[in-house]
């Protein structure tokens, strides 16, 4: 049985849960609402504040399922309760990034500003520009508005400029000889 798969999934206080039919699960909490089609083949039990995740059988596609749906709905009840955040570093003459709310604009070394507006998020910047700190409740969207700025200007590996994870380490080549 899958380790993770069978740990309960514990309900904080202030953190409601609701399973409707075919697992569509709806998780309300002080820092919002999220609602997820979770696999059907899994059955999902709710026993005061705890909800476990059962597998039908031990095929492989269902051991696979099994943990994942519990990773998912625990994801869910963080990100509702505590949220999630990711911080990325920016490393370069000129680079900096404007965040106020759920707009960011990035200056990276283009002709012209990039810019994300992403509802539900929020972008936090510090004075210089130089930090990045990206925050919501859906640990998916985060993580993958994290990587789409990193993507902007990925670092690189002569001078090390560009946007990073907060302490990512970027591996320097050294650079060409020159003449003699």
């Not at 992403?118 to 640990?139: H, N, Q, W, Y």
């Amino acid at each position: 049985m899958s380790r993770v798969g069978r740990r309960p999934v514990v309900i904080p206080k202030g953190v409601t849960v609701t399973i409707a039919p075919d697992n569509m699960v709806t998780v309300k909490g002080p820092k919002g609402t999220l609602t997820r089609q979770l696999s059907q083949d899994m059955q999902l039990t709710q026993d005061g504040n705890q909800v476990m995740v059962q597998r039908p059988t031990d095929q492989r596609q269902h051991r696979a399922l099994h943990g994942l749906t519990r990773v998912l709905l625990n994801n869910m009840v963080i990100g509702v309760n505590e949220g999630f955040q990711k911080t990325l570093e920016i490393v370069g003459v000129g680079y900096r990034a404007d965040g106020d709310g759920s707009k960011l604009v990035l200056q990276l070394g283009y002709s012209h500003p990039i810019e994300f507006n992403v509802p539900g998020l929020a972008f936090e910047t510090d004075r210089s520009g130089r930090k990045l700190v990206i925050k919501g409740i859906d640990k998916e969207v985060v993580g993958q508005i994290a990587a789409d700025v990193r993507s902007c200007r990925p670092p690189e590996p002569y001078k090390g400029k560009g946007v990073r994870y907060q302490g990512e380490y970027v591996r320097q080549k050294v650079g060409k000889a020159g003449k003699r």
